[in-house]
């Protein structure tokens, strides 16, 4: 579970955002994942997500559903990759996670009213909390139409969410394959789930993920590594540049972490043909 939201930094103008948005579309990079906090509390969302489509980035976005139900209509012609919508639990657990009574409800209201405007996937990330349910979750996907992305948490500073213990990510990753092979609507690759049961290894490549802080900031060389501290503003140093220059030696044998937003990136990179055909053709290899 991400601890973004704890941050205190103020949102940015508008026209900081879409400077931002064009840094990242000069800098090489095809898409881009709209994180919070929560984006749906911005007033200028649409006039965002529409400059990045117009840049053009493949454009998606990251929300906790609550808001979703209602804003849906007005957000929808801006996203041409995924909404991801996130659900850690069935509605007592992830409400109990959440903190806020009722928000299960109407983040799956939210993914009902979406799923037939934009390519919808929950996102999920197992925990101690909630491995017990994690099969029960895919099967929920299933069920509204939808896909579904896991992680396993790390444990970041300031937050309370804990990775389940070793044997029973173990256990869980063999469940997920096995739904995999079955059709369940699994977006993750096997070789995704053999590296968080510890029987693949894999080489991390942060350098194919560009994160942005809300103040503009860069995060180098990753939200992990870094406790989601950032570091060169994109506003004095431009993002090639900023790369280029970093000193990625220190994270050549660095497995801190088995998100799947570096983890998958990072074995298509390194030639990991079954990942490829999972992302590229959509093959359960």
């Given at each position: 579970?991400?601890?973004?939201?704890?941050?205190?930094?103020?949102?940015?103008?508008?026209?900081?955002?879409?400077?931002?948005?064009?840094?990242?579309?000069?800098?090489?990079?095809?898409?881009?994942?709209?994180?919070?906090?929560?984006?749906?509390?911005?007033?200028?969302?649409?006039?965002?997500?529409?400059?990045?489509?117009?840049?053009?980035?493949?454009?998606?976005?990251?929300?906790?559903?609550?808001?979703?139900?209602?804003?849906?209509?007005?957000?929808?012609?801006?996203?041409?990759?995924?909404?991801?919508?996130?659900?850690?639990?069935?509605?007592?657990?992830?409400?109990?996670?959440?903190?806020?009574?009722?928000?299960?409800?109407?983040?799956?209201?939210?993914?009902?009213?979406?799923?037939?405007?934009?390519?919808?996937?929950?996102?999920?990330?197992?925990?101690?909390?909630?491995?017990?349910?994690?099969?029960?979750?895919?099967?929920?996907?299933?069920?509204?139409?939808?896909?579904?992305?896991?992680?396993?948490?790390?444990?970041?500073?300031?937050?309370?969410?804990?990775?389940?213990?070793?044997?029973?990510?173990?256990?869980?990753?063999?469940?997920?394959?096995?739904?995999?092979?079955?059709?369940?609507?699994?977006?993750n690759s096997i070789s995704y789930f053999k590296v968080?049961?510890?029987?693949?290894?894999?080489?991390?490549?942060?350098?194919?993920?560009?994160?942005?802080?809300?103040?503009?900031?860069?995060?180098?060389?990753?939200?992990?590594?870094?406790?989601?501290?950032?570091?060169?503003?994109?506003?004095?140093?431009?993002?090639?540049?900023?790369?280029?220059?970093?000193?990625?030696?220190?994270?050549?044998?660095?497995?801190?972490?088995?998100?799947?937003?570096?983890?998958?990136?990072?074995l298509v990179l390194s030639w990991d043909?079954?990942?490829?055909?999972?992302?590229?053709?959509?093959?359960?290899?």
């Amino acid at each position: 579970m991400c601890p973004f939201w704890k941050r205190s930094s103020k949102d940015l103008s508008t026209e900081r955002e879409k400077a931002i948005l064009r840094q990242i579309y000069d800098s090489g990079a095809c898409g881009i994942a709209f994180e919070g906090g929560e984006p749906l509390l911005r007033n200028d969302l649409v006039e965002i997500l529409a400059f990045s489509r117009s840049l053009p980035l493949h454009t998606s976005l990251v929300t906790n559903g609550t808001l979703l139900e209602s804003r849906i209509d007005e957000i929808a012609p801006y996203i041409n990759g995924a909404l991801y919508v996130s659900l850690d639990g069935l509605e007592k657990t992830h409400d109990t996670i959440r903190g806020v009574s009722g928000c299960f409800r109407k983040a799956v209201r939210g993914i009902m009213a979406a799923r037939e405007k934009v390519s919808v996937t929950i996102n999920t990330t197992i925990m101690a909390e909630n491995i017990h349910e994690i099969e029960d979750l895919v099967k929920l996907a299933k069920e509204l139409d939808t896909k579904i992305s896991v992680a396993v948490a790390h444990k970041y500073c300031n937050t309370k969410a804990y990775a389940p213990a070793g044997h029973e990510i173990r256990e869980a990753a063999g469940k997920l394959v096995e739904m995999k092979k079955k059709g369940y609507p699994l977006v993750n690759s096997i070789s995704y789930f053999k590296v968080i049961a510890k029987e693949k290894k894999w080489t991390c490549k942060p350098w194919a993920v560009v994160n942005v802080g809300p103040e503009g900031n860069l995060v180098l060389p990753c939200y992990v590594r870094n406790d989601y501290a950032t570091s060169v503003s994109v506003f004095e140093t431009d993002i090639k540049t900023a790369i280029s220059g970093f000193d990625w030696k220190e994270t050549q044998n660095c497995q801190n972490c088995s998100l799947h937003c570096y983890v998958e990136p990072s074995l298509v990179l390194s030639w990991d043909f079954r990942t490829y055909l999972n992302w590229a053709f959509k093959l359960k290899v």
